[in-house]
């Protein structure tokens, strides 16, 4: 594999910003310093007036899911090679079983989808399903196929649903394996009876979605979980959390002392719930993802809560539909497809709303994009951090580029951009995966099948895997 000199960028990791060039070789970064010399046949990328990022992380996304009745429309080449476009080099994505289905019979099927990946990836496992056998499987996956995660539906009754038995059983089998229970956190006895309601008012459109799953829906769900966790003893990690309910039940419980972490959707961070009265269906019904967007003022509290750090991660649930699937719902909303896109957006909509605002610091940035991700599921710092021995995911980040998002020019294979029109400032204009310049100034070179699936280790286990790692490490004699 080759190597890449990135010269005269400033580097940003989490817990600090300064100027240095990076040299990455075989996929690894092999010297991070100032005036490093480029070996013999490296490429060499001027990095002069720009950041050098870690790799983004997406840690909720769902490439080629089957759901509700028909299957996203990003496979998992698609889908990572429009997020590296966007600076993402590593997503976790969702091994979703049906109930009563077998967890490792689902996970090979995973695994077969995901091998055209274009870039790293990795699984959460869902549990959808309680019995001796799920809990036995739960530890094969966590000894033997580094899954550190385990998912809770708590909402789509009927369907992958966990009733209160499964919460609690799954995070307290989570806690002995040293994995991180998360959740969907949406009260779906509630949802299952707003709907019925809507539609015995009549209100068929898409107008009824966000109805039909107020806030208090998503604040129920968020505090029983998140109590749950706290008898059991378990940390646990809220997924979307869309708004202040939830947002505010993760702060109590951490100013209690609880080990909460939450996850937000750049899309929950800048599109409102005003997108569900169009008076276009196709796109209304492009914005039905749950939970739904919420009105405005929800959006300030997840930002503070980033801020704060009562907030940890950004995410996109990419689960792109086009809009012949979601006009299953025409007559029904309940009946439309779940699901938007973000995986390519994500850094540059946070960047040009969180760091150009002032809201987040470039170091910020890269914590909630990148390293808190890899932190909480325990994969740092091969990845989220730009260091000796870090793996060669790197984004070159102009500060001063700009670029109108729109489904006319994005890569993923949706036909809709919620967040078409915006112009952002601050946008990739160098991607490395591996150690391969995969995205230059707009020219995407993602190769099929090159992705690589990343194992998590149990939490408590990762120090004597770091050790096998530095110890692997050749040592690489460096020219100055
Ligand atoms: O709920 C999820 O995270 C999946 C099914 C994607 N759909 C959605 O509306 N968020
Ligand atoms: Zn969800
Ligand atoms: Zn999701």
């Not at 990095?47 to 759901?67: C, K, N, S």
């Not at 089998?173 to 015995?200: C, D």
């Not at 309940?334 to 809201?359: Q, T």
């Not at 995407?444 to 110890?471: C, D, H, M, T, W």
């Amino acid at each position: 594999m080759s190597s890449i000199l990135i010269k005269g960028g400033t580097v940003v990791n989490a817990d600090r910003a300064f100027k240095a060039d990076v040299l990455t070789q075989d996929g690894l970064i092999v010297a991070v310093g100032h005036y490093l010399a480029a070996p013999p046949g490296a490429q060499v990328v001027d990095a002069g007036g720009q950041y050098v990022l870690p790799g983004g992380i997406d840690p909720h996304t769902h490439m080629q899911l089957p759901f509700m009745g028909t299957t996203t429309m990003d496979d998992f080449y698609t889908g990572t090679a429009a997020a590296m476009a966007g600076g993402t080099t590593t997503i976790i994505d969702f091994v979703i079983p049906n109930p009563q289905q077998s967890l490792l019979e689902a996970y090979q099927t995973w695994r077969g989808w995901a091998e055209k990946s274009a870039s790293d990836y990795s699984f959460h496992m869902a549990i959808t399903w309680w019995s001796e056998s799920v809990r036995q499987e739960m530890g094969t996956l966590v000894k033997e196929e580094g899954i550190n995660s385990f998912k809770h539906f708590m909402a789509y009754k009927n369907a992958i649903m966990c009733d209160d038995e499964t919460l609690v059983n799954s995070f307290k089998r989570s806690l002995e394996l040293g994995a991180m229970p998360t959740v969907h956190a949406e009260n779906g006895e509630l949802v299952f009876l707003l709907q019925k309601e809507m539609a015995a008012m009549g209100i068929t459109g898409p107008e009824g979605h966000p109805l039909s799953r107020p806030p208090t829906v998503e604040g129920e769900a968020a505090n029983r979980a998140i109590a749950i966790a706290d008898v059991l003893g378990v940390p646990i990690y809220v997924v979307h959390v869309s708004c202040i309910e939830a947002a505010e039940a993760i702060a109590r419980a951490r100013a209690r002392g609880q080990r909460v972490y939450g996850e937000v959707l750049a899309g929950h961070l800048v599109v409102d719930d005003s997108v569900y009265r169009h008076p276009d269906f196709a796109t209304a019904a492009a914005h039905v993802m749950s939970p739904p967007f919420r009105p405005k003022g929800h959006q300030e509290a997840l930002w503070r809560g980033l801020q704060s750090g009562n907030l940890h991660t950004t995410a996109t649930d990419h689960c792109t539909f086009c809009a012949a699937q979601k006009a299953a719902g025409k007559d029904d909303f309940s009946k439309i497809p779940n699901g938007c896109g973000g995986v390519e957006e994500r850094m540059a909509v946070i960047w040009d709303a969180g760091v150009n605002s002032g809201r987040l610091t470039p170091s910020e940035f890269v914590a909630i994009t990148s390293a808190n991700t890899a932190k909480l599921f325990n994969i740092y710092p091969q990845k989220g951090c730009v260091a000796v021995g870090a793996d060669a995911d790197l984004v070159v980040w102009d500060p001063s580029g700009s670029k109108t998002l729109s489904a006319k020019t994005q890569f993923s294979k949706g036909d809709f951009n919620v967040f078409e029109g915006r112009t952002v400032v601050g946008v990739p204009s160098h991607t490395v995966s591996q150690g391969r310049l995969v995205f230059v100034n707009g020219d995407l070179r993602a190769e099929r099948g090159v992705g690589r699936y990343i194992k998590r280790p149990a939490f408590g286990a990762n120090f004597a895997a770091s050790q096998q790692r530095a110890l692997a490490l050749k040592p690489v004699a460096v020219q100055r």
